[in-house]
C-alpha cells in the first residue's frame, strides 16, 4: 500500500467514510461501474462512472478530493480564498483534483470552460447549435441513459481559448434530458475524442435519479433548481430558444493555479474565466446548476 492510500483510508477511517460501488451488468447487461464514496450518514459525497472499476472508483477519489480541496479553502483567511479566485466565483467552478500536475490542470481548464459557456447561452443569450439526435452516434451506455427519458436534445459549442502560450481547442456538449413536465440538464466539456456525450448523459440521469429517489438533498442551491426545474421544463426551453445571438467572445483566464494538496501525490488546480456569474446566484428561474 502506497503512502497515498494509507493517508486516504485513514481520512475515511476518521470521518467514517466508505465506498459503495455497483455494476449495470445485472442490468442492461454492460460491465460499467458506478463509485460512490458516502459519508457517516450515507449521504453521497462524490462518484465515479467508468468501463471499469478501478477507474470509476479513480474519479470517485478525485472527486473526493476537489470537494475536500475547496471546502479547505473556503474556510481560510481571505487572501488564501483570494488566491483561489473564491472572490470572483465562490464555488468551486473550475477546481479539479487529479495524480498527474498536467491533466488535471487541463481538466480545471476543461470546466471552467463548459461553465462560461453554460454561463453566456443562458445569461447573454448566446447561440449554442443543436445537434439532431439522428447525426449522433451513442454507445450502449449511452443509448441506455437517453432511453431513461421521453426525449433527448443535444447542443454543442466548440471554443478556443488562450491557454500556457498557445490556443487550445475545448468541445463543450449539453443534453437536456426532457420528461412529461421536468427537463435534466447534463454537461461536459474535453480536448479530445472522448465519449462527451457519455458524460453528459449521465449528468442529465443522475439528476432524473435524485429527483426519482427523492435524494435530491434540500432546498439549498444546487437541489432546489434540480427540483423546480423537473417540474418546470417550459421555462427552461424558453430560455434556450430566445438564445440567439452568434457572435461569441473570446474566453480570458483570470486565473491559473496548481498546487500540490492533502497529499504529495495530489494535485488541486483551479482556472477561472473572465466574464461570467456564479451558478448559484440569481433566482430560481435561471436556468444553470
Known amino acids: 500500500m502506497s503512502s497515498f492510500e494509507e493517508w486516504l483510508n485513514q481520512q475515511f477511517k476518521e470521518r467514517g467514510f466508505r465506498i459503495e460501488e455497483a455494476t449495470l451488468l445485472p442490468e442492461i447487461g454492460l460491465d460499467y461501474w458506478h463509485s460512490?464514496?458516502?459519508?457517516?450518514?450515507?449521504?453521497?459525497?462524490?462518484?465515479?462512472?467508468?468501463?471499469?472499476?478501478?477507474?470509476?472508483?479513480k474519479i470517485a477519489m478525485s472527486?473526493?478530493?476537489?470537494?475536500?480541496?475547496?471546502?479547505?479553502?473556503s474556510s481560510q483567511s481571505e487572501d488564501e480564498r483570494k488566491r483561489w479566485g473564491l472572490n470572483i466565483i465562490p464555488t468551486a467552478c473550475g477546481f479539479a483534483a487529479g495524480f498527474d500536475r498536467i491533466n488535471t490542470?487541463?481538466?480545471?481548464?476543461?470546466?471552467?470552460?463548459?461553465?462560461?459557456?453554460?454561463?453566456?447561452?443562458?445569461?447573454?443569450?448566446?447561440?449554442i447549435e443543436e445537434i439532431p439526435a439522428s447525426d449522433i452516434a451513442l454507445d450502449p451506455i449511452s443509448q441506455f441513459f437517453a432511453k431513461q427519458f421521453v426525449e433527448v436534445k443535444y447542443y454543442k459549442k466548440n471554443v478556443s481559448v488562450f491557454f500556457q502560450g498557445k490556443f487550445v481547442q475545448i468541445e463543450v456538449a449539453q443534453t437536456m434530458g426532457l420528461t412529461e413536465h421536468g427537463i435534466f440538464p447534463g454537461s461536459s466539456a474535453q480536448l479530445n475524442d472522448g465519449s462527451i456525450w457519455q458524460h453528459s448523459l449521465l449528468e442529465s440521469?443522475?439528476?432524473?435519479?435524485?429527483?426519482?429517489?427523492?435524494?435530491?438533498?434540500?432546498?439549498?442551491?444546487?437541489?432546489n433548481k434540480v427540483i423546480f426545474f423537473s417540474k418546470n421544463k417550459e421555462i427552461a426551453l424558453l430560455q434556450i430558444a430566445g438564445s440567439l445571438k452568434k457572435e461569441w467572445p473570446m474566453p480570458e483566464i483570470i486565473l491559473e493555479r496548481v498546487e500540490s494538496k492533502h497529499h504529495a501525490e495530489c494535485f488541486i488546480a483551479r482556472v477561472v474565466l473572465k466574464g461570467w456569474k456564479s451558478w448559484d446566484q440569481g433566482p430560481i428561474e435561471r436556468f444553470l446548476y
Open 105 to 127: 490542470v487541463l481538466r480545471a481548464l476543461s470546466e471552467a470552460c463548459e461553465r462560461w459557456v453554460m454561463s453566456k447561452w443562458i445569461d447573454e443569450g448566446l447561440y
Open 36 to 57: 460512490t464514496i458516502l459519508d457517516k450518514n450515507t449521504f453521497p459525497i462524490s462518484g465515479g462512472f467508468a468501463s471499469s472499476r478501478t477507474q470509476a472508483r
Open 63 to 73: 472527486e473526493f478530493l476537489e470537494r475536500k480541496a475547496f471546502h479547505e479553502i
Open 205 to 223: 440521469y443522475r439528476h432524473l435519479l435524485a429527483v426519482k429517489n427523492n435524494t435530491v438533498g434540500n432546498d439549498k442551491f444546487p437541489a
